[in-house]
């Protein structure tokens, strides 16, 4: 087993804490992990994304220039990541923001509203975990109970308070078809 994942979206929508939390479930499952991180020139609006991979047997390299998986929270994503993705890949799409149909073929498309979701919840910033919480029912790379345990290592001390809401948005995203 080997996964390529880029995770992208604007600063502020969480988009590295999912692939923090990602990755050190997979260190937690002991699979080897990387975890790569990639900021715009403005932290909060301006474009995040990270790279991780997954996988049974030692990573040559954390790039990747054809990931499995792109999991993209925004438009300008979309359009950055999608010529990237492996033929016979998947692409998760925030369909609340991104309106656009992906014309590709070749790949399998996973529309989540993921701040739709977020809001049923009661806060739309944890749409990145609803995203997440798709990926990993979908991807089967991780169990989904080791990304729960994973919020209390990954999430920051002022945040700890959130990790009941997190889990909400991860089972959330895992229930949505």
Do not use: H
Not at 34 to 55: D, K, L
Not at 127 to 146: D, H, R, W, Y
């Amino acid at each position: 087993m080997n996964e390529e994942i880029i995770m992208a979206g604007f600063g502020g929508q969480g988009i590295m804490l999912m692939g923090k939390l990602l990755t050190y479930a997979g260190m937690k499952e002991d699979k080897e992990v990387s975890w790569m991180p990639s900021y715009g020139p403005e932290m909060r609006g301006g474009t995040a994304n990270c790279t991780v991979i997954i996988s049974d047997k030692r990573i040559p390299s954390p790039m990747s220039s054809k990931p499995d998986s792109i999991i993209v929270m925004n438009l300008p994503s979309l359009d950055k990541f999608l010529p990237k993705v492996k033929s016979g890949g998947t692409v998760f799409m925030n369909s609340s923001l991104i309106a656009e149909e992906v014309t590709r073929d070749d790949v399998k498309v996973i529309k989540v509203p993921a701040n739709e979701m977020a809001n049923e919840i009661g806060n739309s910033k944890i749409a990145n975990m609803v995203m997440l919480g798709s990926f990993v029912e979908e991807k089967n790379i991780v169990k989904p109970e080791t990304v729960k345990e994973s919020l209390e290592k990954v999430l920051s001390a002022r945040n700890q308070k959130l990790i009941d809401l997190n889990v909400k948005a991860l089972e959330k995203g895992k229930e949505f078809k």
